[in-house]
Nanobody, 124 residues
């Protein structure tokens, strides 16, 4: 079992930055693929970024590429999402997710564990 707890959401003006963090329980954190997804009101949950096991392989949605950076510290069982140059369209609830084993990182259905979500609001 893995439990995920996110932190770091908040409100910021367009062009600003926020850093989200997710702390995971469980001793096998390093074997999990970790992802960030987001869901805006009235929209489906969408992939944002993912980090595979060692953190060497990272994946990003086109909409955030070049602005967001995912990183992980396996010793601290933490995955973070640094969000720069934020836009109003980035406003959403952001979720941390974990998947054990080879998965399609872009597919929310591949992740078996989810955090409670943290709100990010970007004003223009």
């Amino acid at each position: 079992q893995v439990q995920l707890i996110e932190s770091g959401g908040g409100s910021v003006q367009a062009g600003g930055s926020l850093r989200l963090s997710c702390v995971a329980s469980g001793r096998t954190f390093s074997t999990y693929a970790m992802g960030w997804f987001r869901q805006a009101p009235g929209k489906e949950r969408e992939f944002v970024a993912a980090s595979i096991w060692s953190g060497i392989s990272t994946y990003y949605a086109d909409s955030v590429k070049g602005r967001f950076t995912i990183s992980r510290d396996n010793a601290k069982r933490t995955v973070s999402l640094q969000m720069n140059s934020l836009k109003p369209e980035d406003t959403a609830v952001y979720y941390c997710a974990a998947a054990h084993g080879p998965v399609s990182v872009y597919d929310a259905r591949a992740y078996g564990y989810w955090g409670q979500g943290t709100q990010v609001t970007v004003s223009s």
